[in-house]
Every structure is written in C-alpha cells, then in structure tokens.
C-alpha cells in the first residue's frame, strides 16, 4: 500500500511542478520587462558589432525595453561563451556569435571549456553570411594571389597574417590554405576584426582574411589591395575580385561563416518564438537590410530549428576540417 505520508509527497511535488510551470509561463508572457543584453564576442567597430547594435535598436522598438550590447572580447571567446552559457534562461542575456563555440572550440581545445557545445544554448535565429575575402598592404606589391604564394615560398615565415584568434573560422580557413599550397605565414592575432583589419591597414601585418564588410570601405579608397574571394562565387561590391578557384587554388572548400543569435540553454519556448519572429521582422527592416548590403552580408531568416541544424551540421563539418589541419589548443 502506499502509504499517506507518500501520497503527500507525491502531491506536494506535482503542485511545486506546476507552480513552477506557471510561474514560468506568466514570465513568458509578460516578456520583456526589462533591459535585455547582448553579448558580442569581439571587441567594437567591426561587422558583428555593428549588427549587434543596429539589432538592438530595432528590437528596443519592437519589445519597449532597452536592448543593449554588452562586449566581451578574449579568449577566442570563450569569455562570452562562457558568460552567456552560465547566465539564467530567461531572455535578458543573449549571444550574437558565429558558428566558433560550438563546432569549433570544443575540437579544437584538449581542457574542458566550462559549457556542453551540444547542451548549453538555445539557437533562437540566424542573421546572415558573411563573405570572404583575402587582402594585404598595398605596400607589399603583391596584387594576385599567384604573388603572395610566390612570396611566402621564397620567404618562408616573413609574411604575415592577422586574425581574430586561433580558434575562429576566419584562422582556420587560412591555415587550410597555407596547408594546401605549402606556405609558412606568420599568424598575429587581435582581440576582433577591426583592430586586425586596421593593423594591415597601417601595415604592421601584411594580409588577413576577414568578411568583405569590414574591408570594403578600406579595399575601395586603395589601402588595402584584394587578392581573392573565398567562396564559390564573386561579390557583388568587389566585382573584379576574383574566386580561390578562378585564382588557380583548389581545395579550400570551407563551411559557411554566419552571425546569429542564441540564448542560454533551457530557454523558455515561448521565448524562443517571440525572440525569433522579431528578430527576424527586425532583418526584414530598411536599416538592417542597408547594414547587411553595405557589410557584403546576405541576410538569412531562419527559425530556430533551422538554426539549430545548421549548428548540429556544423559540429561535423568544421571538426573534419579541424581534423585535417591537426590543430589542438591547450
């Protein structure tokens, strides 16, 4: 027999369940009630800042509570990794980040990270596709990237390349191509993309290769020379660059490099909903779709289980290439 003290038990622990429930879903309900956080990985000024920012203006509107954009640069990020995964899930902390937390540091790092890749956040929406492009100093004569291999082979670890990080998609596509035509290029890491892009800019780093937003601007007014597009096709704003491929390199096939936003893991579903369809009415709008268009960017709305494929897929397809370059970090 089950006894009363049992029954009781039982009876206390489903209505501590359901006020639980309850209590969780009038919270979602009355969703936002304050001031939201999102958290960039990357230092100010460069492309996934100024989304961040032009995000959070759109969302303050459409939510009436202020969105504002909090950045922790560092540790190849694993600063804001780390902050957004051990924050509470209940939408007031939210991570504008690439594919790098989840499909690239756990394979890249032998120590623990401090997170489960796999558990520890709730894709909410994608935002957009970067493009690639690979450029360096004017001052370095090289204007082909036929030039720039001939270069590093008669120079071996005299060039030099600048990047966001060892362990960020941007590095590791460079070390792809290093590995595929056989040249030593010293790697200089920044703490984000526009620190780097200006230290080619002002050439104390000859070349890097970034999203065609950041370097744009700089490409057009002659202070960066661009050498490739790596993608399977050109851009439109750099019309005359042409493709890896077209440039006579085959091989440096790589996933594609996105922004997004997730939360923590265990994110409310409601939550997730409300964040989703207005992150991506805010995508939709003329002053994200101006920023996206200047940044080279190609807009990408997504649900979250779109999102979260795309992640899934990503683990696989960044940890093959991560396997092949047999790079590990302690």
Not at 31 to 60: C, H, N
Not at 186 to 214: E, K, N, R
Not at 241 to 267: F, H, N, R, S
């Amino acid at each position: 027999m089950i006894s009363r003290i049992s029954l009781l038990r039982a009876f206390t622990a489903a209505a501590l369940t359901l006020a639980s429930a309850g209590a969780l879903s009038q919270a979602s309900q009355a969703y936002p009630d304050k001031p939201i956080r999102i958290v960039v990985p990357f230092s100010a000024g460069g492309g996934l800042d100024a989304a961040a920012r032009v995000l959070g203006q759109g969302l303050t509107k459409r939510l009436g509570q202020p969105v504002i954009v909090d950045n922790k640069p560092g540790g190849n990020g694993l600063i804001a990794t780390q902050y957004v995964t051990g924050a509470k899930p209940d939408g007031y902390t939210l991570y504008l980040c690439v594919t790098t937390p989840w499909s690239m540091l756990p394979a890249l790092y032998k120590r623990p990270l401090g997170y489960d890749a796999h558990k520890d956040y709730t894709a909410i929406s994608l935002l957009a596709e970067f493009q690639t492009v690979i450029f360096v100093n004017p001052k370095t004569g090289i204007t082909s990237m036929k030039a720039y291999i001939e270069r590093a082979k008669a120079n071996p670890g005299k060039l030099s390349y600048a990047s966001t990080g060892s362990a960020q998609p941007y590095t590791l596509a460079t070390e792809l191509l290093k590995s595929k035509v056989g040249i030593d290029v010293l790697h200089v890491p920044f703490a984000g993309a526009a620190p780097a892009t200006q230290s080619v800019v002002a050439g104390d780093v000859d070349s890097a290769m970034f999203d065609v937003g950041g370097s744009a601007p700089f490409i057009k007014a002659g202070r960066l020379t661009p050498l490739a597009i790596v993608g399977k096709s050109r851009v439109p704003s750099l019309p005359d660059v042409p493709t890896l491929t077209e440039a006579g390199i085959m091989g440096v096939d790589i996933p594609m490099i996105w922004m997004g936003v997730v939360g923590p893991g265990g994110l409310p579903p409601a939550i997730v909903r409300k964040l989703n369809e207005e992150i991506n009415t805010v995508l939709r709008g003329d002053e994200m779709t101006a920023l996206l268009a200047a940044q080279s960017l190609t807009p990408l709305v997504a649900s979250p289980e779109q999102m979260d494929a795309q992640i899934k897929g990503d683990i696989k397809s960044w940890g093959a290439v991560i396997k092949q370059l047999g790079v590990q970090l302690d």
